[in-house]
């Protein structure tokens, strides 16, 4: 007799199900880093080596990936790990993991739209998204597809212009500013140099040379921002609209960031009703100095190693800045392309990550179900690691379960 059971296929499990929801063309991408050879073959070189290089020598680059690599994990077994769950309470609100996405300028030049992509896969997630001040998309409308997200500033040291913009973003409806606190003069990128790239952007031949062999960014990115949207423009610099990308005026509105101080914070504090943010510390004693100003939390970072070439990794130092925190929010980024190193992180004092270039590769590789493919990742690895290191929720990370190499 014919046994019917040999024919018939078994039902899809969960693992298969979640596969085939994903879209094809997204399937090929494993990990965070998948993103960055698609991003790098569709960008001209002049815009991947803008968003992938450092300052100088990319020693602080390299020691960002590094930092992570000189720690283990010591994990517990024969827990119950079932119900694993890593939602993350963060300035009174609840997000489905302990990572966002971090500002970066620009992303609209980058990928078409890149800072509503990213914030409405952010939005979709329910993770932070941080709108960057030199981003090419009005923080209103941003705010309007994600009403999570939060504006960082680029300050000069004047008050006229800082108030100004404190209101116009509390207008907004934002509810967390970020001060960045490590930009007092424009960096020393020599890559950015090389590769033609520059602010404001200048077609020189090379410049040329890279757009007209890349058409794909040419025509699925420039020319559809300029055809749907006009010329870009730096937005959220000030209260009003900043130069467009093609104007020689922009270094005269990024100036005077050098007078930048903390009374400069303590102006914001007083002025601003939400969380108040500053990014950029690697200094334990400035951490205090931040908490003794108002601040609601800090980012320790040093700026993906894009400014001062050699700044240790933020990883370095955080169990003693987090030892300074003292009931104040101790965030970090820079080098982040795995679960492990979240988990990572939070174990040696973070209450939350930011991973910034992988996102903005993703967006360049497929758009905003790229980043949301991206970020699906990273939340997936974090779930695994969680059962592997014996723990079920974020609130059970310490010290223990990392050591040094």
């Not at 965070?32 to 602080?60: H, N």
């Not at 790990?81 to 980058?110: H, N």
Request: hydrophobic share 45%.
């Amino acid at each position: 007799m014919h046994d019917k059971t040999s024919t018939m296929t078994s039902p899809p499990t969960v693992v298969e199900r979640a596969a085939s929801a994903v879209p094809r063309t997204l399937r090929r991408y494993l990990s965070l880093d998948d993103f960055e050879a698609t991003a790098r073959r569709l960008l001209p070189k002049f815009l991947y080596g803008y968003i992938a290089g450092g300052a100088e020598t990319d020693a602080s680059v390299r020691d960002n990936r590094r930092a992570f690599d000189e720690y283990g994990f010591v994990p517990r077994v024969l827990n119950d790990v079932s119900g694993r769950e890593q939602t993350t309470t963060l300035f009174g609100k609840t997000y489905a993991a302990p990572f966002g996405i971090p500002p970066m300028g620009s992303a609209a030049l980058c990928a078409y739209r890149g800072d509503v992509v990213l914030t409405r896969a952010a939005a979709a997630m329910n993770l932070p998204m941080i709108l960057s001040a030199s981003s090419l998309i009005t923080l209103e409308e941003v705010r309007r597809e994600n009403p999570a997200a939060w504006y960082q500033a680029y300050l000069a040291g004047d008050p006229s212009r800082i108030e100004p913009l404190v209101d116009r973003v509390a207008a907004a409806g934002y509810d967390t500013f970020v001060v960045t606190a490590d930009v007092p003069v424009p960096p020393n990128r020599e890559n950015n140099i090389r590769n033609g790239f520059r602010v404001p952007l200048a077609i020189t031949p090379r410049v040329a040379f890279a757009v007209m062999t890349h058409p794909h960014w040419l025509f699925r990115t420039w020319m559809r921002t300029v055809t749907n949207h006009g010329m870009p423009h730096f937005e959220n610099m000030d209260a009003s609209r900043g130069p467009p990308v093609l104007s020689q005026n922009l270094m005269r509105n990024i100036g005077k960031r050098d007078q930048l101080a903390w009374k400069h914070v303590e102006l914001i504090r007083r002025r601003w009703n939400g969380k108040l943010v500053v990014k950029g510390l690697i200094a334990p004693a400035d951490a205090r100095i931040a908490r003794e100003s108002g601040v609601d939390g800090v980012i320790v970072s040093n700026h993906g190693g894009r400014q001062l070439d050699y700044t240790m990794s933020a990883l370095r130092t955080l169990p003693e800045i987090a030892a300074q925190a003292n009931g104040m929010t101790v965030m970090l980024d820079g080098g982040i392309r795995r679960g492990t190193d979240v988990l990572k992180a939070l174990s040696l004092g973070a209450q939350f990550v930011f991973v910034g270039r992988p996102f903005l590769f993703a967006a360049v590789a497929g758009g905003e179900a790229g980043v949301r493919r991206a970020l699906t990742l990273l939340k997936d690895e974090i779930d695994r690691d969680m059962a592997l290191l014996g723990i079920r929720s974020i609130g059970e990370i310490s010290s223990d379960l990392v050591r040094r190499f």
